[in-house]
Every structure is written in C-alpha cells, then in structure tokens.
C-alpha cells in the first residue's frame, strides 16, 4: 500500500504560479496528479514514471494544462513536483496525488491510479 501526502495548495491570482509538492511513503513506480472541482469527476492532470534508477522519465500531460504545468521527481526518494505556472481560473480545484500498485508502471494510463492523497486546494482568481 502506498500513502500519499501533498502541499503546496495556495490562493493565487490569474497568470501567477505555485508548485505542488507530494511525498509517498512506499515504492511506486509511478506519480501522478488529478484535480477535481466540486460536481464534476476527478481528472487527471499530469503523471511520470518514477521507480527505480531507470533514465525514463516519461511524462503524460493533459491537453489543458500542456506548456503550463510541469512534472518533476522531487528531491526526496518518491517524490513529484507539479508546478503550475500561467495558472487560469478555470485551473481552481482540489489537487490530489496519486499513485497504482507497485508493479504497474503503465504511469501514462490514468485509470490504473488507486491510492490518493488528502488534496490540497488551489484557487485561481481574476
């Protein structure tokens, strides 16, 4: 099992940044990050490979967020960045963390993310 713990969720204004940082506590092969406003279903927003040694360091971006938000193994052992940069109102949600079983390393496949963080909100104003 994996347990997941994000920061970094913070008001902001329209074209400011923030960087979202996430710590699992358990091996994965793969962190990603989904969002989700109140009524509407979870989405996904960006997801890496991140086990092991290996060079890859794939990354997988929704189209909204493509050339805006980027991924990143963070400095700690199992760990992302997403920092958010041009950020939009529309941006506003619940940000959580995510991770799949310890042997799935399809990272880029989005429904196979099963364990979640406890969110952090970001809001976006004009």
Same mark, same amino acid.
């Given at each position: ?17 923030? @960087? ?14 989904? *969002? ?5 279903? *979870? ?16 990354? =997988? ?11 990143? *193994? ?6 992302? =960045? ?13 940000? =959580? /963390?995510?991770?799949?079983? @310890?042997?799935?390393?399809? /990272? ?19």
């Amino acid at each position: 099992q994996v347990q997941l713990v994000e920061s970094g969720g913070e008001s902001v204004q329209a074209g400011g940044s923030l @960087r979202l940082s996430c710590v699992a506590s358990g091996f994965t092969r793969c962190m990603g990050w989904f *969002r989700q406003v109140p009524g509407k279903e *979870r989405e996904g927003v960006a997801s890496m490979y991140i086990g092991g040694n290996s060079p890859d360091a794939s990354t =997988y971006y929704a189209d909204s967020v493509k050339g805006r938000f980027t991924i990143s *193994r963070g400095n700690a052992k199992d760990s992302t =960045y997403l920092q958010m940069n041009s950020l939009k109102p529309g941006d506003t949600a619940i940000y =959580y /963390c995510a991770a799949p079983e @310890r042997w799935v390393a399809q /990272c880029g496949d989005w429904s196979v993310y099963k364990y979640w963080g406890q969110g952090t909100q970001v809001t976006v104003s004009v």
